[in-house]
């Protein structure tokens, strides 16, 4: 039989050399990407600064070094003792702003790990059951993407009072529709696939094939958005702080609100508005950066 | 490995194919009238059923045990859905399926599941058909788990890669780390992980390099003639087919045409849509392949949403006859031993008494002016 000799012959497909799984090459390709390591650092700072904050800080954010010499028409501005100068209180506001990273990482990585849990539990039971647990669940969150976010942020702040927490919880529920949307699209594509026939073919369990096949492999996105939300939630938790809507104790320094209680002194001290609203923008950018360049990095379409 | 000692262990190395001893009356698969009907829904709040895409109509197939038989037949024909419906990875809508004296439409999910250690699978894309992230001693060990077979499953494993050409090393590897044929191999490996009895292999070599298309066959073959393996080859490629079938069955738009064992079928093609098929297949010498007649077939393949009432190819039949082709559907009739056609005149056609329409034929040194 000459198939056989062509067996002995040419056994020309060796083993190629080992480029890693896929989670290892989109690292690879971030750690030499400039955009994306423009991103880490800017997270990296900012992640220093928070927790090294006692440290940084040249004075304590409650203390009130300026407290005898401001007048409302007259904010010091930076100078070479306060190098972002004083705020209307007459506390140095380069440690108020160093101060409210720690906030605004807190909110934004809690909120985003709540919105997640929560949009990750719905867009699994829908993606894994279909049928009409699928169409119950993505009714329940066609509904809650119906009311605009920042709405629906401000009732929920609302309505469990004013906290740190409630804060979390309200910007965790804008995300969870998201999450759950994203999850169960990739869930459905995935279900589709060969290897999960494969699987089933080979007689693995139901809840086997969902939990070691499906949902693993529609983790990218998801992971994508969590970059993306951690910015917008730093943005959201600004927003609510700024409403009136945020911590309790209006001593804890918070961007949002630094920026809100600045609005009747921007015309004679506008660096109040300068130096928050720098901070979050930069710390926004950080992660929109990095989640941008993750998404291509993970998506096989940009491999090169 | 383990499997029961087939009559051709004993003998080192397997020669042929021809050798085996297959009784045709101990039949492992038997497919009955299969249908399989995707419903076509219509309607925004209230779906109904308008129609349905007619994907399998009506097959009977007979697997005998330790036989391979092919299945033909060009895209969209059915043939992938057929082999997905008789593993009931696609829910048969008519018909039914019965393996080695068991009725599968009537098990529950629980029991098609165990069911299925008996009867797997080797897909086209063996990328596609592995699941990125898993290594393959985690593919490997996947069925055994699922089935809850103990043991040393890494010893299983380096057996398993050895039986199929691969080192043990490929074990901790991904499947990206492999070429197509490598690949292929792991996915045969998880296939015969079970010792099932019987394969169906979907396309197994059409997405491989030819040079590696051999030696995947052969793997096929020698694997069979080890243990004692049943396959139901399903394919578009002619020639993988005859060098590996024993028996081959052709399907046109969700039907067979044609059955018959693989030399006789590939000699004397009884049905037009298989000569025409047959015809397609290119000759490697210039001089037969110069002066052979080609059937064209002229347009595509009819939906089978609406197929063609009668018989199914008189639309594009270059036989075609005015009287029966358009409004009777020719059954399957056995016109020799084990060689069955359906076709109204397949004698007629056969005895040279009806000639193809002029257009249908490229005559002889036409194209090569």
Known sequence: MSLSQVEAATESDQVEQPVGNLRQAAWRRLRRDPVAITGFVLIAMFIVVAVLAPLIAPYDPRDTPGAGT????????????????????????????????????????????????????????????????????????????????????????????????????????????????????????????????????????????????????????????ATLTLATAIIEAAALSFLGLGGADPAVPEWGRMLASTQRYLASAPHLALFPGLAIMVAALGFTLIGERLREALDPKYRR | MTAQPSAAGADPVPTGRDQREIDPDDVLLSVRGLQVHFPIRRGILVERQVGAVKAVDGVDLAVPRGSTVGLVGESGCGKTTFGRAVLRLVEPTGGTVTFDGTDLRELDAEQMRRQRRQMQMVFQDPMASLDPRQSVESVLTEPLRAHDIGGDHRARVRELLDVVGLPASAASRYPHEFSGGQRQRVGIARAIALEPQLIVADEPVSALDVSIQAQVVNLLEQLQDRLGLTYLVIAHDLAVVRHIADVVAVMYLGGLVEQAPSDELYATPLHPYTRALMSAVPIPDPDVEESRERILLTGDLPSPAAPPSGCRFHTRCPFRQETRCDDERPALREIRPGHTVACHWAEDIEAGRIAPRESAVVEPDVSTA
């Open chain 1, 70 to 225: 401001i007048t409302p028409t007259n904010i010091p501005g930076p100078s070479a003792e306060h190098w972002f100068g004083l705020d209307e209180q007459g506390r140095d506001e380069l440690s108020r702003v160093i101060y409210g990273a720690r906030q605004s990482l807190l909110v934004g990585v809690v909120a985003m790990l709540l919105g997640m849990a929560g949009g990750m539990v719905l867009g699994v039971l829908a993606g894994a059951f279909g049928r009409w647990v699928d169409s119950v669940v993505m009714r329940i969150v066609d509904i809650m993407l119906s009311i605009p976010g920042l709405l629906m942020a401000i009732a929920i702040a609302a309505v469990l009072g004013r906290s740190l927490t409630s804060v979390m919880i309200a910007i965790a529920a804008v995300n969870v529709p998201i999450f759950a949307r994203l999850l169960r699209g990739q869930m459905m594509s995935q279900r589709e696939s060969d290897y999960v026939l494969a699987a089933r073919s080979l007689g693995v369990r139901r809840r086997s094939i969902v939990l070691s096949h499906v949902l693993p492999n529609s983790m990218s996105p998801v992971i994508v958005q």
